[in-house]
Each structure stands twice: as structure tokens, then as C-alpha cells.
């Protein structure tokens, strides 16, 4: 019996960056897959290196930047590939959304402009034909009116029209590997879940894989089938989304669902916080860096690393992973 190659394997990845004329790391070691078709969840606050983990995998790193480890996409070493290499997978197998599409849609040309320069220049289609199939996915990513938008500018767009558009455009270049660096941070609340209603559909049609960034919980286990925590540079836990309400076993975890608004919330109730302040990975120990925050935190948690082992349905590093698990079901069991 023979099983398929995932689509994307990163393992022991590790970033440093020079900052201010030192050397800091912002990634350690961290390990991540996913297969064809399957949608993962990278979650955690600002700071945590979500964006970072997808630049490194896609390579667009600032001037410096030593990035060690392995990357590789449907089999191929991305880490190992020259400019022109590079160039290639992210014209076809390999695409980035990114937060905000007007930092990244030159505001002089026009939409059809944007949409078609990839299908001209790298796939070698007339301009004509390059239209007709931008106008099809356009349509299909629920923009109505879509031969006039082609000779609309991006500054004549609202910002969920834009996402749409810059949705369109990675599609047209019909990657197999969707980087999604929190598409919807800059919509509304009405607005983003169309957005990801229309990237969630367009991926199962396509069977795409894709990594949605972002710090919504609620909507990384709404269209994702595993969730990935990240803490200061280093993967804490990872489990089923339909896992994580019920049994996350990491603390810090817990705590983000834990500081999650409720419906059932009384008028004037306080929120929940996280104690304590998000450290950067740089300022990471070599115990645990979620120590400092943590209520299970004991000397072991500041002088060892906890490594990443199987606990319930969750691979988590946490020493005391067991007793946050029975904790967080007895909590729910006298709720």
C-alpha cells in the first residue's frame, strides 16, 4: 500500500532575523504538514510568528534573513531552490493572500491589469483569453458586473470587493497550496464571512490545500480541519478543530478560548485576558515560553523545554498537558 506525498511538509523550521546589527531568532524548530485538499489552522496572538512561518514558506523574507530546516511543496525542496525556481512555484504551485490587498494592488493599473498579468506573461495567453477567464473567476468569487470591474482601478473598490479580487487573482494562477495571512482582518464582521465562505468553497472545488493565519478561533475551527497554536516562534499544540472547544490540552489554549466574548456573557461581565504580556521568540527561555503566563507553571516549566508529545486527540508540548486536559473537563462538567 502506498500513501501519497503530503502537499506541504516544514520540518524544524528556524528563522533569524538581524535586528538593530544582532541576530535574533523568530522561528524555533517549528514542524507543520498538510495534505491535499485539507484546510489547517495557524492561530495565535500577534507576535506569535504566524506571518513569518508563511513568508519562510514562501521565501519572501526581509534582506539577512537565515532561514534553516526544510520546506518542501508537493515533494520539492523550496528551501533548496534558486531565484528562478522560486519564481516558477509561485507562479504555479504556490500562492500568498495577503491581510491587506490595497498594500498589495498597485492602486495606478486597473483590476483586469492585476488580474491578467500572470496568465499573459507566465502561462503565455492572449489578452483576450486571459480576460474571458478572469471575468469567469470573478463570478465565481461573487463579484457581479465583472467586464466593467476589469476598467475599475482598486481605489473605486470596497474592501471586500478587493479581497474577492485578489482571491480571483490567486486562483487564476491555480496553485495547489493557498496561503491565507488573515484575509479578513480589514473587513467587517458581515463581510468576512463571505469572504471565507467564497475561499472555503472555491478550496473544496479545487481540492487545494491551505493555511489560514489568523486570530480567530472561532472561524479557524468553523473551516478548518486541524488547528496549529503558535507561541513565541514554537508550535504548542496541535489538534482537530473539532477538537479544540472540548479538548485542548495546552494552558495557553485554553486561555485564548477562555478569552473568547460569550453570547451568554452578562450585561458588564468582564472579559477573560490572558495574564501577562505575549513575549516575543527572542525573549524565549530555554523552559517553556508560555511559563511566565501559565497557572500550571512550576521550576521544571522555566529550566526545560517541553517537547511535543501525543496527549487526548492533541500533539502538545506541555509538561503538565494530563492535568490541564482533567482540569478543562471538570470545569465544563460543573458548568
Known amino acids: ?128 483569453d486571459a480576460d474571458r477567464k478572469v471575468v469567469d473567476l470573478l463570478r465565481e468569487v461573487g463579484i457581479t458586473d465583472a467586464e466593467r470591474r476589469l476598467h475599475q482601478h482598486p481605489w473605486q473598490l470596497s474592501g471586500g470587493l478587493l479581497q474577492r479580487v485578489m482571491i480571483a487573482s490567486v486562483l487564476a494562477a491555480e496553485p495547489r497550496l493557498i496561503l491565507a495571512d488573515e484575509p479578513t482582518t480589514a473587513l467587517d464582521v458581515t463581510t468576512q464571512e463571505e469572504v471565507m465562505a467564497i475561499l472555503d468553497e472555491q478550496r473544496r472545488e479545487r481540492d487545494l490545500g491551505m493555511l489560514f493565519i489568523t486570530h480567530d478561533l472561532e472561524l479557524a475551527s468553523a473551516v478548518c480541519d486541524r488547528i496549529v497554536v503558535m507561541y513565541a516562534g514554537r508550535v504548542v499544540e496541535e489538534l482537530p478543530a473539532e477538537h479544540l472547544r472540548d479538548r485542548s490540552t495546552h494552558p495557553y489554549t485554553i486561555a485564548l478560548l477562555g478569552a473568547r466574548p460569550r453570547i451568554d456573557q452578562h450585561p458588564g461581565e468582564r472579559l477573560l485576558t490572558v495574564p501577562g504580556r505575549p513575549i516575543s521568540a527572542f525573549e524565549a527561555g530555554d523552559g517553556c515560553a508560555f511559563a511566565p503566563r501559565c497557572p500550571l507553571a512550576v521550576d521544571r516549566c522555566f529550566a526545560e523545554r517541553p517537547q511535543p508529545r501525543q496527549v487526548g486527540p492533541s500533539v502538545v508540548a506541555c509538561h503538565f498537558a494530563e492535568q490541564a486536559l482533567a482540569e478543562g473537563e471538570e470545569g465544563k462538567a460543573h458548568a
Open 1 to 128: 500500500m502506498t500513501t501519497s506525498k503530503p502537499l506541504l511538509k516544514v520540518t524544524d523550521l528556524r528563522l533569524d532575523l538581524r535586528v538593530g546589527g544582532e541576530t535574533r531568532t523568530a522561528i524555533h524548530g517549528v514542524d507543520l504538514q498538510i495534505d491535499a485538499g485539507e484546510s489547517v489552522g495557524l492561530v495565535g496572538e500577534s507576535g506569535s510568528g504566524k506571518s513569518l512561518t508563511a513568508r519562510s514558506i514562501m521565501r519572501l523574507l526581509p534582506r539577512g534573513a537565515q532561514l534553516s530546516g526544510e520546506i518542501r511543496v508537493g515533494g520539492v525542496s523550496v528551501t533548496a531552490l534558486d531565484a528562478a525556481g522560486l519564481r516558477k512555484l509561485r507562479a504555479s504551485e504556490l500562492a500568498l493572500i495577503f491581510q491587506d490587498p490595497r498594500a498589495h494592488i498597485n492602486a495606478v493599473h486597473t483590476i483586469g491589469d492585476f488580474l491578467t498579468e500572470g496568465l499573459v506573461r507566465n502561462r503565455g495567453l492572449a489578452r483576450k
